[in-house]
């Protein structure tokens, strides 16, 4: 894969108008949601996981966006004429939808900290560096899973908004549906399972306590909501007719 396929393809991203507004309007509603927690008198690190609170719901529309918007917009005759290794192209929106999704956290969470820093600087420099880590790591582990979400179901369905309908809605109503009907098999086919797992990884195959994720579960999720919708959105895209 071409690293020029890549920067071309983040470009798209944010090249226009109302892509750029997209972006700051995220950036606002996070920064608004760690505006809200003050009321508590929160540390740092909480001030940072209440910015990212929005997040997995709104993560997943910029990677939805990256990866259909050639599809959506009729656009793909040229893309695909200009580069007709399309395995390439796939490649490079995914890792520009990951790398757009990472940017913006970047961006909120700096933003949220400098806010955190100017509104109470003496519980700013009494922060906890090891609570902090983890809640950054935390926050990483959920772009990534966010982001890996919106590409694989975008890349499947090829129409931004179904996508964005079905990444919003589906994972829920499944989780909740297979939560009261199998509470057997539900940790090992939730949607939710691999980004609990990336947040607080446990390397046992079975979870040791209630509250979290073993390896066996991670990996049953990440097969069944991930890689199984990318093969099947690589493949779709290989073979469909390009209008």
């Not at 993560?59 to 959506?72: G, K, Y």
């Not at 109470?120 to 922060?127: F, G, I, K, L, W």
Request: hydrophobic residues 55%; proline residues 5%.
């Amino acid at each position: 894969m071409k690293w020029r396929l890549v920067r071309v393809e983040l470009r798209k991203c944010i090249d226009t108008r109302a892509s750029r507004t997209l972006l700051l309007v995220f950036v606002a509603l996070s920064t608004g949601a760690a505006l809200l927690s003050l009321s508590t008198s929160p540390t740092l690190s909480e001030f940072l996981a209440a910015a990212v609170l929005p997040l997995p719901l709104l993560l997943p529309v910029l990677a939805i966006l990256a990866v259909t918007s050639d599809w959506t917009q009729r656009s793909a005759v040229t893309t695909f004429a200009l580069v007709p290794r399309r395995h390439q192209i796939f490649a490079a929106r995914a890792l520009a939808a990951l790398l757009l999704v990472l940017s913006t956290v970047a961006v909120t969470v700096v933003i949220s900290a400098a806010v955190f820093v100017c509104l109470d600087p003496a519980e700013a420099s009494q922060t906890d560096l090891d609570d902090l880590r983890q809640t950054a790591w935390s926050i990483l582990a959920i772009s990534i899973a966010a982001s890996l979400s919106g590409v694989a179901i975008g890349s499947l369905v090829l129409n931004t908004p179904l996508a964005i309908v079905m990444t919003m809605l589906l994972p829920i109503t499944y989780d909740v549906t297979i939560g009261a009907h199998f509470t057997t098999v539900a940790p090992w086919i939730s949607s939710l399972a691999f980004s609990q797992w990336l947040a607080n990884p446990q390397w046992t195959w079975l979870a040791r306590f209630d509250n979290t994720i073993g390896l066996g579960s991670a990996l049953c999720s990440l097969l069944l909501w991930v890689v199984t919708p990318l093969a099947a959105g690589w493949l779709r895209q290989t073979k469909k007719e390009v209008k």
